[in-house]
């Protein structure tokens, strides 16, 4: 039998569109699974391939040894030492939840290191930076070493490694100089300044491993190896390129100065800073502030939060920036400076035509302002008719409130300064010296458009208590002549640090050069080799007659080595002539501030020596014996017979017949 399709009734049109859908997603499908398969195995082939040599290969960063931190004699103040890390690479870790907890688990019981305390660290280090290396733990026992590198295979992300950690074989000394390092921040890659830093490197951090990373900083190289699938190198090494060490810096830091001047600070227990700087060139041969910290503290990967407290201040403290250790007074301590002022005035008055070197003023004990406000001499002492050397070598309150008296006439109160804040401001107060050290304060030199500005601010509506608003700075007055005679005693308003008197006090030894201090001397490459010598030109001259700068000379040097002189006491016999300027500031809420700035050996100055303590009294009781022993252990190295002098001197107070009070 045959069968005849005339016969065949025709297809039921449901069936039909039931065929048409299937066949239709057949194809669909087909060609999903066409093209998938075009798409890895043609397109996608380079990229396959690359990832399964890479399953091949690890590439294994070698950190480059930071380089050493030395002062002016090659003597180490910061190095480094290699130590053993644990450290996890979040991006090796296993991908699936419940693996990786285990994994992290394990670790936490080898380690002896809690689950939450991994996990947190893991959190707190990648935050930023998340493909960064997390360190656990450094210095780990040589067993921890040994388990975990016969158990790699179970610990895939976690690994041990070699890291350099900052050393510093002095302790404390010079802190604030040093700076510290830490691992680079997100927002630091973006800056030129880190350009081909990778984020887990270690960069600078305040002080000269701020200012001179890119020198200190060296260059990691990295190693290619072979690894099997447990990620274990194989014994090959594909390519290798070593790593280039930091340069080295060398500071004009004078180690036994640095020791004597910390140590005076030490001993008297008070907040305070100090400078000891080259009045020809601006080397800084000393500087440290009071209280100060252990940078080693700071080596560590995580530093605990009442660690950071103790150091950078607590957060949300308006006061935490200035009075934690890691805030350098001597760079930003932004102080009244008392009588260490006179000089200062004394050239903005003499330059100025104010007064003569032998102008004479009856110093009655008791100066009228004229505004009914009348200012007592220091311990209610009146020296009658004195000329200005004189008044200079005792330190005569009422001399120089008549000399602000006088300059306040030549200050329009509206509209612009006077000779005493031009003179100020030229010798190096109200500005940043240019220290290569971060975190310095220009300070401030009150004027009168700076008064008036702020009582203008005052009287806005829009300002803290409407018309009415009183500031603590007492912005709610114009600018007085009471204004001028503050300053010109070095009281009011004024703010400076250590290294701003410093600088204006060299200006005056050294004939007129405003000089660009500096801790840098020289960079030299891991060989010894010099890259870059560090000797900055002086910032400007200012004209100072000659005259002028010995009359101030003289003075000073009077005020120390006659028995009326103001830090006669301290100096009384010293083998070496200075020429010191004593100081004793009131400050608000505080009991009096304690200066002492000294130039030597006089008639022609090398060094000059600032020191200043908060609440520290008279400066002729505290300030100045410390000065004293930052100049013994300077000049002591200079002859071995100028040694033993010193050592031989009287010590300080054992001359009392000193009649001025200085204030």
Do not use: C
């Given at each position: ?18 065929v ?9 499908m ?37 380089g ?5 004699e090659?003597?180490?103040?910061v190095?480094n ?72 295979d ?18 404390s ?70 790593p ?22 030490s ?79 004394t ?53 120089f ?8 006439q030549?200050?329009?109160n ?27 304060s220009?300070g ?10 702020l009582?203008?601010?005052a ?19 114009p ?67 000659p ?7 003289d003075a ?20 070496i ?18 200066w ?13 020596v ?7 009294g ?9 000065a004293r022993?930052?100049?013994?252990a ?12 010193i ?17």
């Open positions: 039998m045959y069968r005849d399709d005339r016969f065949r009734g025709p297809i039921p049109a449901q069936l039909s569109v039931r048409a859908v299937l066949g239709g997603i057949a194809l669909v087909f060609s999903v699974i066409f093209f998938r398969l075009w798409y890895l195995q043609v397109l996608s082939t380079g990229q396959y391939q690359a990832e399964a040599e890479n399953n091949q290969v690890r590439d294994i960063t070698v950190e480059a040894p930071r050493r931190i030395l002062d002016r090659g003597n180490t103040l190095t030492r290699t130590a053993l890390a644990l450290q996890v690479r979040t991006l090796e870790l296993p991908t699936g939840r419940n693996r990786r907890a285990a994994e992290l688990h394990s670790l936490a019981g080898v380690t002896g290191m809690s689950y939450d305390k991994i996990k947190s660290e893991i959190h707190k280090q990648t935050k930023d930076l998340p493909a960064t290396p997390v360190t656990l733990r450094r210095d780990i026992s040589p067993d921890l070493v040994y388990y975990l590198r016969e158990n790699q179970q610990f895939p992300g976690i690994s041990i490694d070699r890291v350099f950690v900052r050393s510093y074989p002095k302790g000394e010079a802190a604030q100089v040093l700076g510290y390092v830490g691992q680079v921040s997100s927002s630091d890659l973006k800056l030129p300044r880190y350009q081909g830093v990778e984020p887990g490197d270690l960069v600078g951090r305040g002080g000269v491993e701020d200012t001179y990373d890119s020198f200190l900083r060296g260059i990691n190289g990295d190693t290619r190896v072979q690894v099997d699938a447990a990620g274990q190198p194989t014994g090959g090494t594909l390519a290798e390129r070593p280039h060490a930091g340069d080295d810096l060398k500071l004009t830091i004078d180690g036994q100065v640095q020791q004597a001047g910390e140590s005076a600070l001993e008297k227990g008070l907040p305070g800073a100090f400078v000891a700087m080259n009045v020809n060139n601006g080397a800084i041969l000393g500087l440290g502030s009071s209280p100060t910290f252990f940078p080693a503290a700071l080596a560590k990967p995580r530093i605990s939060q009442s660690t950071f407290n103790s150091i950078f201040g607590a957060p949300n403290d308006p006061l935490a920036s200035t009075s934690a250790p890691f805030f350098d007074r001597a760079i930003a301590g932004g102080y009244p400076v008392g009588s260490t002022m006179k000089p200062i005035t050239v903005a008055a003499l330059q100025s035509g104010t007064i003569t070197p032998d102008t004479v003023i009856n110093d009655t004990g008791a100066f009228d302002l004229g505004d009914g406000r009348t200012l007592q001499n220091a311990g209610g002492a009146s020296f009658g008719p004195i000329a200005l050397s004189d008044a200079l070598t005792v330190s005569d309150d009422y001399y409130y008549d000399v602000g008296y006088k300059l306040n030549l200050t329009d509206d509209t612009r300064s006077g000779p005493l804040q031009h003179w100020a401001e030229a010798l190096g107060l109200g500005s940043t010296t240019g220290i290569d050290l971060p975190g310095e220009g401030l030199v009150p004027s009168p458009e700076w008064r008036n500005q009582y203008q601010d009287l806005k509506p829009n300002s803290p208590g409407g018309t009415s608003a009183v500031y603590p700075d007492e912005t709610d007055r600018w007085t002549v009471g204004d001028s005679v503050n300053l010109a005693v070095g009281q009011g308003d004024l703010q400076a640090d250590p290294l701003q008197m410093a600088v204006a006090y060299a200006a005056i030894a050294n004939g007129g050069d405003i000089v660009k201090p500096h801790v840098g001397m020289q960079v030299e490459d891991p060989n010894g080799k010099v890259v870059q010598d560090i000797n900055p030109a002086p910032t400007r001259h200012v004209d100072v007659k005259e002028y700068r010995t009359l101030i000379l000073l040097h009077n005020a120390a080595q006659r028995p009326d002189g103001t830090s006669y006491k301290d100096f009384a016999g010293y083998p002539q200075v020429a010191g300027k004593t100081g004793t500031a009131q400050h608000t809420g505080q009991a009096d501030q304690s002492y700035v000294v130039m030597a050996p006089y008639p022609d100055p090398k060094i000059v600032a020191f200043t303590f908060e609440q520290g008279f400066g002729a009781d505290t300030a100045a014996p410390a022993e930052v100049l013994n300077y000049f002591s190295q200079q002859d071995p017979q100028l040694a033993k002098k050592a031989k001197a009287p010590p300080v107070g054992s001359s009392t017949s000193s009649t001025a009070i200085d204030y």
